[in-house]
């Protein structure tokens, strides 16, 4: 089993559609975990950090499932602006970052 | 907010020659990493740039390849070294500030080896 595993996508959604990716994650000790946009030829910038069962900002909305070590990324409210890659990240031994294959997102009109 | 610096921001080498990538950091930060970025994929840690020692490399990267050097707490550089095509790929630093967990990353250096 990988590190981190993603569903690469892509997303088509219309504006307004709510969406949500999953990431699934291999070590049980992880404590927090991250959600980070990268849009076509940028680098990654964070959107969300996760350190209990969840956070909530604006139409972002990440949430933990230890039990079954998963987080979740939930965007309601689509915008064409939100058409990005949405990589999950999840820190290993010595801080290390293991990123998954990130989730494509298409907004369209 | 502090500010990463990554220059060059893209080249184009010929293959067999070597270019080294800096990352300059505008305050202190706890650790710095560098990434490749392939393309069509996601990141791969290349190696953790350590302060005043050599750098611990993930498996399948060797210094031979991949010299980093770390001399203080704000800068750090990445060597590609006798590239070939398969070298083409974005690469980025990543720094952890202190008291913060997560991680910021530079604008990234897009290489592309002909």
């Known amino acids: 089993r990988k590190e981190v595993e993603q569903d690469p996508g892509p997303f088509n959604v219309p504006e307004g559609a709510t969406v949500a990716f999953n990431c699934t994650y291999s070590n049980s000790a992880s404590q927090s975990f991250f959600w980070y946009r990268q849009d076509c030829r940028k680098e990654p910038k964070l959107l969300m950090s996760v350190y209990s069962s969840g956070n909530e900002d604006g139409r972002f909305t990440a949430q933990l499932n230890r039990a079954s070590q998963y987080i979740s990324l939930l965007i309601r409210d689509s915008k064409l602006s939100d058409s990005a890659t949405y990589l999950c990240a999840v820190p290993t031994g010595f801080q290390k970052l293991v990123f998954g294959t990130g989730t494509r997102l298409l907004v369209s009109p | ?114």
């Open chain 2, 1 to 114: 907010s502090a500010v990463i610096s990554q220059k060059p921001s893209r080249d184009i080498c010929q293959r067999g020659t070597s270019l080294t990538i800096q990352c300059q950091v505008d305050s202190q930060v706890t650790m710095m990493f560098w990434y490749r970025q392939q393309p069509g994929q996601s990141l791969t840690l290349i190696a953790t740039a350590n302060q005043g020692s050599e750098a611990t490399y993930e498996s399948g990267f060797v210094i031979d390849k991949f010299p980093i050097s770390r001399p203080n707490l704000t800068f750090s550089t990445l060597t590609v070294s006798n590239m070939s095509p398969e070298d083409s790929s974005i690469y980025l630093c990543s720094v952890v500030f202190p008291g913060i967990l997560s991680y910021t990353f530079g604008s990234g250096t897009r290489l592309t080896v002909v």
